[in-house]
């Protein structure tokens, strides 16, 4: 189980910094470095679920935030990844379990 959990989280990795937009590349790539080796399995899916999403939808998600709705579930890790980035007040890594 602990293989498979490694595994995702290598292939999250590269999704996240291998998106096809440089831009993209770097804000997901970026937050991936800092915090892949600590999302729990619940976490890794929240993420792999963001990177299912097209650029565009991330992009404007990132820059002008989500009113929730649209992103569902992904809200609270889309707010993650913005603090992470100093566009939002709040500690990054507090959507995410790090234990």
Known sequence: MHD???IRRRRAAYRAAHRGTKEMD???GRYADAHI?????EALTLF?????????VITRWFTAGTDGEEAGQLTGLVA??????G????VSGVFLETR
């Open 4 to 6: 498979d959990l490694q």
């Open 26 to 28: 770097i804000v997901l």
């Open 37 to 41: 080796e600590s999302m729990t399995a």
């Open 48 to 56: 792999e679920e963001l990177l299912a999403e097209a650029d565009p």
């Open 80 to 85: 993650d990844l913005r603090a992470f980035h």
């Open 87 to 90: 566009l939002e007040h709040g």
